[in-house]
């Protein structure tokens, strides 16, 4: 607590979100509080370029990024989920058979991909021309691309 200059008497303000926990005086000046807000934007600006760095740039795609244009979820109506013993909050996934001119759908195995990622997010990665297909590869596999 030193180090953050937290007086021995000063009492803290704990935020909990999912994979962070943040700490502020509970009693901040107004340049405390910009000397705060501004470490922790530069804290989130660190973390985003992390995540570039592990994505890198796009190199493989033609003019067009694939990823650019998701549309929609994939969805099945209640009764066919239910039959299939799909839960309702189950991501779906869509396999193509070319063969056969048949498209699978089944419950798909990952827990996050580029739908969970918020569009602010994936709007600076294709504005910087990174890779949403490593993202969304990082993303499916579950891979730690950070270690502190």
Do not use: W
Not at 2 to 8: D, L, V
Not at 13 to 23: K, Q, R, T, Y
Not at 78 to 97: F, H, P, Q, T, W
Not at 101 to 119: F, M
């Amino acid at each position: 607590m030193a180090i953050a200059r937290f007086p021995e008497t000063e009492t803290a303000e704990v935020h909990v979100v999912e994979g962070a926990i943040v700490v502020l005086k509970r009693r901040m000046t107004g340049m405390e509080l910009i000397r705060a807000a501004r470490r922790l934007h530069e804290l989130s600006v660190e973390l985003n370029v992390h995540l570039a760095k592990a994505c890198g740039f796009c190199h493989d795609c033609a003019d067009v990024c694939p990823f650019e244009d998701m549309g929609k979820e994939i969805d099945l109506p209640s009764y066919l989920r239910e039959e299939a013993g799909i839960s309702e909050d189950a991501k779906l996934c869509a396999y193509v058979n070319e063969e056969e001119n048949s498209v699978t759908i089944a419950e798909a195995k990952h827990q996050y991909g580029l739908r969970d990622v918020p569009p602010e997010i994936l709007d600076m990665f294709l504005s910087a021309g990174l890779c949403l297909g490593e993202l969304d590869e990082l993303l499916i596999k579950g891979d730690v691309v950070y270690e502190g």
